[in-house]
DNA sequence: CGGGCTATTGAAGTTGATCAATAACGGTGG
DNA sequence: CCACCGTTATTGATCAACTTCAATAGCCCG
């Protein structure tokens, strides 16, 4: 199967000499099964993560237990990254679902920079687009109600998802449990749950068995707290002078 | 005065090669009173920001007109980087007290990736740092209640405040406005005001004019709602195999 | 078949929001 | 230097969105 490279290509397609290097990440490709933790809040740091398949997501925990999920991620994404920076790993990665990724090395990343300098701006770029989706994510639970919330979460999650194919007739696997949408929205369970009631007593979503349908996307747009900005893609390689 | 480059020298110390450019930057040097914006959300995206003195809040604005502040920024702080992954820019940058600051082009970007791989990885590094930064304050404003939103702000600030020298004896000039620290925390105003005042009656702050005083920084501690991560410093230089 | 997690629903409780009014401050122009 | 005005801070009273508590039902897995 192809690997997801799309995340990696949004800002300039890769060449030969790139995909080389991006296939040497696939070398040590493993599995987990939903529930378990590619790596959790206090281990150290060996690398970052590619994302074949599967969901999963990365949160932080606070004093008293609470869990907060930064994001969702999803095949094709780079997990792991913010942790480099820090002497032990902040984020605890779960697998939602069971998956399959990559492990690639703290050295490998650092031969990058010096070897593939294009490589290496766009998982810059890609990290600063991670950087406004955490804004994003911050902006609705600080100020969006629930409603507002919980759409706005479906409506992205719908758009990343078809971003990788993974969409099929407004219908997606949707394997969350309602405790993690609280968790990723600062909402409790019991309130994702009325708030998913009330949206599909109204005919915007359907539900059933891990499966998610978008009845009325356009409806459900208007009911959403904000806007997702338009990714520069190329434009943002050229506004950098198309480095080489 | 000398520019400071602490943020940029969190992880490596800066060659001379290094310095030169960061030094071209502070070509283009600009103020800017209080309340004005260094630019707005929707702008196209000219460059990147380098903060050289004053606060700077990076917000986004919600349908419905709330806003959410992501970040306080400090003198040291570059500013600005997310928007260059989109077409236009998401936040707005706006000046908390008066400012100096420098506008580095996109180009220049572009070529740094190309000439001086160090300190491309010193600002990668510094981004994974600002990623980290942002889940945290998602996690408190997720999932934390308005006392521990607050005092975990004040002693972080404190902290940032610290590494840029600008505390003296637990004590730092606090020019935001209540409102601005609701926005920054997903709090009304007047809540604010209220967990203020409990702090300063049970002795915990000291509040006067735009000055704020930490009395009592160990205990304040204690309300916090969790722990600010090490930085791994120049040990994440090392992890990556001291890229030259 | 049993046990544990997940979803659902109802009732009651709280935190923090909203509304409203006043006081204090800071900057401006006369 | 002072009067004025808009912004900010403060405080009280009321309200509501969401939480908490609790109980039941459904589902998945071994």
């Not at 070897?115 to 639970?141: D, G, T």
């Not at 600080?142 to 409603?147: C, E, H, L, V």
């Not at 394997?175 to 109204?202: A, I, K, S, W, Y």
Request: hydrophobic residues 45%; proline residues 5%.
């Amino acid at each position: 199967m192809q690997p997801p490279y799309h995340r990696l290509e949004e800002f300039v397609p890769l060449t030969q000499h790139e995909l080389t290097i991006a296939r040497g990440w696939l070398s040590d490709r493993r599995q987990l099964a939903r529930g378990h933790c590619i790596r959790r809040e206090g281990d150290p740091v060996h690398g970052v993560f590619f994302l074949l398949e599967g969901w999963v997501g990365s949160s932080l925990i606070l004093r008293g237990g609470k869990r907060q999920i930064a994001k969702i991620h999803l095949p094709g994404d780079m997990l792991g990254f913010p942790s480099l920076s820090l002497s032990k790993a902040v984020e605890t990665l779960e697998a939602v679902t069971d998956i399959t990724f990559c492990t690639i090395p703290n050295l490998m990343i650092g031969r990058m920079f010096e070897n593939a300098p294009r490589l290496s701006v766009a998982m810059f770029l890609s990290s600063q687009l991670e950087r406004v989706a955490l804004m994003q994510n911050l902006s609705w639970v600080g100020a969006a109600s629930a409603m507002e919330r919980v759409t706005t979460f479906l409506l992205d999650l719908h758009d990343r998802l078809q971003a990788a194919h993974l969409v099929k007739d407004a219908g997606f696997d949707f394997p969350l449990t309602q405790v993690q949408v609280g968790e990723l929205l600062g909402l409790t369970p019991v309130h994702v749950n009325r708030t998913f009631r009330r949206l599909d007593e109204t005919g915007y979503i359907e539900r059933e068995r891990g499966h998610m349908i978008i009845k009325d996307a356009a409806s459900l747009r208007r009911l959403t707290a904000g806007f997702v900005p338009d990714k520069a893609g190329h434009a943002a390689w050229d506004r950098l002078g198309q480095p080489s």
